[in-house]
């Protein structure tokens, strides 16, 4: 664990991604040929040309907007179903079988429908995005509330708390590391889902450059743009963390990345 | 009104389990609280002195008798009622400041200003003065305690219902929170009832010991205090009264 703990941004975990950038240049170079495999340097040319492009930016600024509006929908409407689920025992009853079996279910799978429903567009493109995102947040929220002690709710109740004050003031800070381990896990996987909707389906962003370029032969391009879904979700990543250091201080991000890991 | 609190004929019935069995855990319990008075209840554990103050707090409901309150009948946690718990580190929320703590109950429904005035005078009664900003688990354990006291003091309560408050507290931090309790009591008119399972404590305290055997429990004397109402550490518990109550009450613990 503590080495996935150390690893995020330090100077031997970066050092560690250009030995590895070092031995796939020398392997390409020298050692095997695979005409469509090309060296990192060649990708890192191809991506210096596509930075000067207009395209190349509103593709990215397409799939963020994408991802971060499906992960919006999806973290209010996971807080929200959590917390539903987590404080009233009848709505649990009558919806943990039915989220029990729709909790597996891949969100790609919903890409044909989506098509079906709303056409090559960024409505499909959400619906993709929102069902799987939606998961992690109302579980986590639920387990958060679940695991609030009851010692707490008679604390509450003898302090004679509203109904509103209770679950804004005490339910939700006391549930907030958990509900912020689901909105991450949600904000990398809205990423991930935006670009395969891109691929199947919505015409537009990353994904749909992806499968472009590769249909274009230049598979320097498309490297260029596997990259930059990387360095999309380090930058977010860190911006989250960022966020999440402010709201909760004294609790340092990497014990949130140790909780990510867990689940 | 003489009593503020009136319970009769109060019988408690907890499911073990399975729904149909059912122990029995308060029996036949009579108790009267007048304005101004410490009331300490002391018993072995496990007798059912939690259970008393719970129902007397609303927080468990009882099964047969009368609960009176104010003249009405207690169901849920009544206003001017003040619940202080034994286990303070779960009673506070650690993410609040001492202050933001304090002010959780009374935030909502006074001004801001009149908020911020009573949360200043319960740090000053409880001697938190200077750690407004602290969060919980930056105080000592008197001091978490002490500050779920100014939190229950905050809503200016007729009563406060304290379960065996001083239990964790070294012995120098208890017999300061005791003389602390006992000038509340003459500062405000404020009533006590007083859990705990020493002795001394309930002598040193206390107006009137009641002593509870049990399970289920049931008081089976209720002693009035005669002591001087100028308490002091070494000197009150030094009286031969003191002794003499101490030596009466452990007998009636005990049985014999």
Partial sequence: MTFVKNSSLSFRGIAGVFLFLFFWEILIRFLIQFDNLPAPSAILFSWFDLLTLKQYWEEIAHTLFAAMLGWTVASFAGIFLGLLLGLSKTFYKYTSTSIEVMRPWPGVAFAPIGLLLFGFSLKMELLVIILPALWPVLVNTMGGIVNIPKSLYEVVASLRLTNFAKIYKVFIPSAKASILVGLRISLSLSIIMAVVAEMIGSPNGIGYAIIREQQAMKPTNMFAYIFTIALINVFINYLLSKIVDRLSPGKPTSRLNQKVLVQ | ?256
Avoid at chain 2, 54 to 67: A, D, H, I, P, Y
Wanted: with cysteine.
């Fill in chain 2, 1 to 256: 009104m003489k009593f503020i609190y009136q319970i009769e004929n109060l019988f408690l019935e907890l499911p073990i389990g399975n729904p149909e069995e059912k122990r029995s855990i308060l029996k036949n319990i009579h108790l009267t609280i007048e304005a101004g008075k410490i009331y300490t209840i002391v018993g072995a554990s496990g007798c059912g002195k939690t259970s008393l103050l719970r129902v007397m707090g609303g927080l468990t409901q009882k099964s047969s008798g009368k609960v009176l309150y104010q003249n009405k009948e207690v169901s849920s946690p009544p206003e001017g009622v003040a619940f202080v718990f034994q286990d303070y580190a779960n009673a506070l929320l650690p993410w609040r400041t001492v202050e933001k703590n304090i002010s959780l109950p009374i935030e909502d429904s006074l001004s801001a200003l009149e908020c911020s005035a009573r949360v200043k005078e319960a740090i000053a009664q409880v001697h938190l003065t200077g750690r407004e900003n602290d969060y919980p688990w930056q105080l000592s354990g008197g001091m978490q305690q002490r500050l779920q006291i100014a939190r229950a003091l905050a809503t200016k309560p007729n009563v406060l219902l304290m379960d065996e408050p001083f239990a964790a507290l070294d012995a120098m931090t208890k017999a300061s929170m005791q003389d602390e309790l006992l000038k509340l009591r003459d500062q405000t008119n404020i009533s006590i009832v007083f859990i705990t399972h020493d002795i001394e404590e309930a002598i040193y305290i206390g107006d009137q010991v009641s002593i509870m055997r049990g399970p289920p429990g049931e008081i089976f004397e209720a002693i009035d205090i005669s002591l001087s109402p100028n308490r002091d550490q070494l000197t009150t518990r030094g009286l031969p009264e003191f002794l003499q109550y101490r030596k009466l009450i452990h007998e009636s613990i005990k049985g014999h």
